[in-house]
């Protein structure tokens, strides 16, 4: 069990949804949050509701200037974790290049601009916790899926690069992998989301990940089963099942 008495967490995309949760889950853990996202009336209603100390600082992901300038007004933190994230549905065929670029600024390009505003210092310190989020539905390409799917397992395998190299020194590497979560985002779906998860659940598997020392959670592990194991399947039978009818 980590010890997150005293310890200076800041969260990047805490002012709703996942999230927020995971931001009580910390607070309540005893952590010192520093919350960020765009809108400053949340992140005002979401310190003021959380139990434990906790301040504020409103960035955007997709601006490198805004990022870098709250990354230095945060200061030294002991860990960070992303959770910033735009979805819209699409296929191929209706394909949106403003939505789309949207998703890659935001669930990739974000967290990295995120991690190299702070990952210098936890290397130099030989210390620091960075956690990212990515999705059951970046392990393969799924049908109606332009730009979130490719932004999630951009951010799955920068996790998983940053593993490779940090994995034996003092800075941890976690990667968390959803499936469906009840928030407005899952709300533009128009299909049934088996196993669907509330964000007080989620956030609840979320903090029990960050517990632990292991690398990579999926979740719900039974959901999760199909998609790591699609990995496997050859493209004649995954496109089959999995691509559009």
């Not at 210390?127 to 979130?148: E, K, T």
């Not at 669907?196 to 989620?202: G, H």
Request: charged residues 25%; proline residues 3%.
């Amino acid at each position: 069990m980590t010890e997150w008495q005293g310890k200076r967490y800041w969260i990047v995309g805490a002012s709703e949804g996942l999230g927020r949760e995971v931001a009580f889950c910390l607070s309540r853990a005893g952590a010192d949050l520093v919350v960020s996202a765009r809108t400053e009336d949340r992140l005002k209603d979401l310190v003021e509701d959380l139990p434990g100390k906790a301040s504020y600082i409103t960035l955007d992901v997709a601006d490198r200037a805004s990022v870098e300038a709250a990354a230095a007004e945060v200061g030294q933190i002991d860990g960070v974790v992303y959770l910033a994230g735009v979805y819209w549905p699409m296929k191929a065929q209706d394909w949106d290049n403003e939505k789309a670029d949207m998703m890659g600024e935001v669930n990739f390009l974000g967290a990295s601009r995120v991690v190299g505003s702070v990952i210098k210092d936890m290397v130099a310190r030989d210390a620091g916790h960075i956690v990212l989020v990515g999705s059951l539905s970046g392990f393969r390409g799924l049908p109606g899926a332009i730009g979130y799917c490719s932004s999630k397992a951009g951010m799955m395998a920068l996790a998983e690069s940053m593993q490779a190299d940090l994995r034996h020194t003092g800075v941890n590497v976690q990667l968390i992998n959803p499936g469906f979560i009840k928030t407005r985002l899952t709300e533009k779906n128009d299909f049934n989301m088996p196993f669907i998860m509330s964000p007080q659940d989620a956030a609840k598997e979320v903090f029990e990940h960050m517990n632990t020392d292991a690398f990579k959670k999926s979740f719900p592990l039974v959901f999760s089963w199909v998609f790591r194991g699609s990995q496997f399947l050859p493209d004649w039978i995954y496109y089959r099942l999995f691509g559009a009818k």
